[in-house]
């Protein structure tokens, strides 16, 4: 989506964007600001990671993906509880900032792609989406989910953390986008949060390991 697009965007009611935001426009959020959403600085994010960390039933994952990494502040904080990481981002700089937060943990690997088209091979126990479901178009929201849940093993973990605010991307939010992940009967949900700033939800892909 272009700038002017965006603007649009926002002026219309919850819905998800007619196309998916491009790598273009997150180049430019990037080249404004390295940080562009304070993921390493704002009270918001420090909370929502706390209670992202908190909320993973298990202690340790065998093999977790994260998509949407950004800088990779979400990222060092999974490591610790993982045996392999895999996170991905389509912005260059984001990717680059990422791999640096993470250059101490050998286990852990960041990748430039596209999704949902560059979805990694699975499976994984663990999958955290925290703030990009709503950057996607209902086909790529739903081609998404298609391709987590597969690549999710039985048993395995899916949280998803989303923002709940009335601003910028534009008002379609976190609210918007849980149910849909809520709507796929593969998954079942352990763990709600709400709050006035962000939705968290914890899903288990039914069927054991
Ligand atoms: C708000 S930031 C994510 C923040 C991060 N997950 C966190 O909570 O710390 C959104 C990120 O998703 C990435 N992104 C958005 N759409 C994407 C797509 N279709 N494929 C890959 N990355 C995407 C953007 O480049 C951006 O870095």
């Not at 180049?27 to 009270?43: K, S, V």
């Amino acid at each position: 989506m272009t700038d002017r697009q965006v603007r649009a965007e926002e002026r219309r009611t919850a819905e998800p964007p007619p196309t998916s935001f491009s790598e273009e426009y997150f180049d430019r959020r990037y080249a404004r600001d390295p940080d562009p959403w304070g993921l390493a600085r704002r009270w918001y994010e420090r909370r929502k990671y706390a209670i992202t960390l908190a909320s993973l039933p298990r202690e340790r994952y065998r093999a977790c993906f994260e998509p949407g990494c950004s800088i990779g502040e979400l990222t060092r904080l999974l490591a610790p509880r993982c045996d392999r990481l895999l996170a991905v981002d389509f912005a260059e700089d984001a990717v680059r900032q990422a791999r640096a937060a993470v250059r101490d943990f050998d286990h852990v690997e960041v990748r430039r792609s596209t999704l949902p088209a560059q979805l990694p091979n699975g499976p994984f126990d663990l999958v955290v989406v925290s703030e990009i479901l709503y950057y996607l178009s209902r086909d790529d929201l739903d081609l998404m989910l298609d391709g987590l849940v597969d690549r999710l093993e039985a048993g395995g973990d899916l949280v998803a953390v989303h923002w709940c605010g009335n601003g910028p991307p534009r008002r379609y939010n976190g609210h918007d986008v849980h149910p849909v992940i809520e709507a796929r009967e593969e998954l079942e949900r352990l763990v709600h949060h709400s709050d006035e700033q962000f939705v968290l939800d914890v899903f288990r892909r039914k069927g054991t390991a």
